[in-house]
């Protein structure tokens, strides 16, 4: 009930994912690697030559076109809270806090 309020009242709390999967089959897919630890395989994976690298860059290029995608107003608006700002404009895909890797 009080986010329904707050929302009436135009108080707006923004979501990090910029992209969605809109097929249930991909969804499912993807769940299943998640379940059978390819997550872990991946995060492995990033002592390989380079891999760092490219999954700091990745990151940096999501998080540049999502807060890219906001309208001038909205950055202003979001700018009020730092915590806000951190998650649209500083952090990686899905939120992801990935100052740990740089």
């Known amino acids: 009930a009080s986010r329904r309020k707050a929302k009436a009242e ?9 992209f969605w999967f ?10 299943d690697l998640e379940r059978r630890g390819f997550v872990k395989r991946l995060e492995e ?3 390989e030559p380079g891999m760092l690298e490219q ?5 940096d290029e999501y998080a540049k076109e999502r807060w890219d995608s906001m309208s001038y107003e909205h ?4 700018s009020r809270n730092e915590r806000m700002v951190r998650m649209l404009r500083d952090s990686g895909i899905a939120g992801t806090d990935y100052e740990l890797f740089r």
């Open 10 to 18: 135009g108080s707006l709390t923004p979501f990090p994912t910029l």
């Open 55 to 59: 999954f700091v860059k990745c990151h």
């Open 75 to 78: 950055q202003q608006y979001v």
């Open 22 to 31: 809109c097929c249930k089959d991909v969804g499912k897919a993807i769940a």
């Open 45 to 47: 994976r990033l002592s």
